[in-house]
């Protein structure tokens, strides 16, 4: 199982991003996906998450209605829309995979691909 995130960068407030994670070695449709992000000195948090039984998402209160989450099963890809992006966005950003229906809690995922940095100026 490997998760290869990427699409993180410099970008002033009020921009957008989109974060990619490709999956290999395993199918998407059996799993959990999610998006996590951690800032310096801060503990890792569930941002959005896709449930493993069927395309419902959630989000954290702090990205509902900016930031999307989903997933392409041809090309086993899962996708962060990121939108109207603040400075307290800033992190790296961390796609994971779990047998868990669904959830925002890292605890909850097995897998986890490298982070990707995402630094948003004011």
Same mark, same amino acid.
């Given at each position: 199982v490997q998760l290869q995130a990427s699409g993180g960068g410099l970008m002033q407030t009020g921009g957008s991003l989109r974060l990619s994670c490709a999956a290999s070695g395993f199918d998407l449709r059996g799993y959990a996906m999610g998006w996590f992000r951690q800032a310096p000195g801060k503990e890792r948090e569930g941002v959005s998450c896709i449930s493993r039984s069927d395309d419902t998402t +959630?989000? =954290? @209160? *702090? $990205?509902e209605g900016r930031f999307t989450i989903s997933r392409d099963i041809a090309s086993n890809t899962v996708y962060l829309q990121m939108n109207s992006l603040k400075p307290e966005d800033t992190a790296v950003y961390y796609c994971a995979a779990g047998t $868990? $229906? =669904? *959830?925002?809690?890292?605890? =909850? +995922? @097995? +897998?986890?691909?490298?982070?990707?940095l995402v630094t948003v100026s004011s």
């Open positions: +959630y989000h =954290a @209160e *702090s $990205v $868990v $229906v =669904a *959830s925002l809690m890292p605890g =909850a +995922y @097995e +897998y986890w691909g490298q982070g990707t």
